[in-house]
């Protein structure tokens, strides 16, 4: 049994959900998010809150909480929105924003520039990248797929991180 699942999810004032055609949507005043849901479980809209209860397959009984936590997570997204913070570490590192584009500079010979996805903004101050969105889980992505470019090594820690990571040093080879 989900523990999540159980709780229902409360709707605050100024956001509208509607579930239709195996279709959650959330509307809110920064934005409007959708996520198709499985029929597998039972989606209820009514008296400003959402409730979700398992059919009777094995896959229900696994969705049923996940799709309660994507419902919390849309609810979040468009009345406050998520934030990332990216960390560049090593001399020489660097990134910009560039249009819808962040270049990076991070050691290779070339420079590496991901395009932003739509919803989604980027700033970058003092080799510190803040992604800000509306979507977790895009959000999320796009900022693994940033860390990914240059992921931070053990021997000098040089590389991309999120903010408050920690990474395990290694001692390197002594010397005689």
Do not use: C
Request: glycine share 12%; no cysteine; net charge positive.
């Amino acid at each position: 049994m989900s523990r999540l699942g159980k709780i229902p999810v409360t709707i605050p004032a100024g956001v509208t959900v509607t579930f239709a055609d195996g279709v959650l949507t959330v509307q809110g005043q920064k934005a409007t998010l959708t996520r198709e849901m499985k029929d597998d479980v039972n989606v209820v809209v009514a008296d400003g809150t959402i409730t979700f209860s398992p059919g009777n397959t094995p896959e229900a009984k696994a969705l049923w909480g996940t799709y309660a936590a994507h419902a919390r997570n849309m609810i979040t997204g468009v009345t406050e929105g998520f934030t990332k913070i990216l960390e560049i570490e090593g001399v020489g590192y660097r990134a910009e924003v560039k249009g819808n584009e962040i270049v990076l500079n991070v050691g290779f010979s070339h420079q590496v520039m991901l395009t932003i996805p739509a919803g989604m903004t980027a700033e970058v101050v003092k080799n510190v990248i803040t992604l800000t969105g509306y979507d977790k889980d895009a959000l999320g992505q796009f900022a693994a797929n940033v860390r990914k470019v240059k992921k931070p090594e053990p021997y000098k820690g040089k590389g991309i991180r999120y903010r408050g990571e920690f990474v395990i040093r290694k001692q390197g080879k002594k010397s005689v």
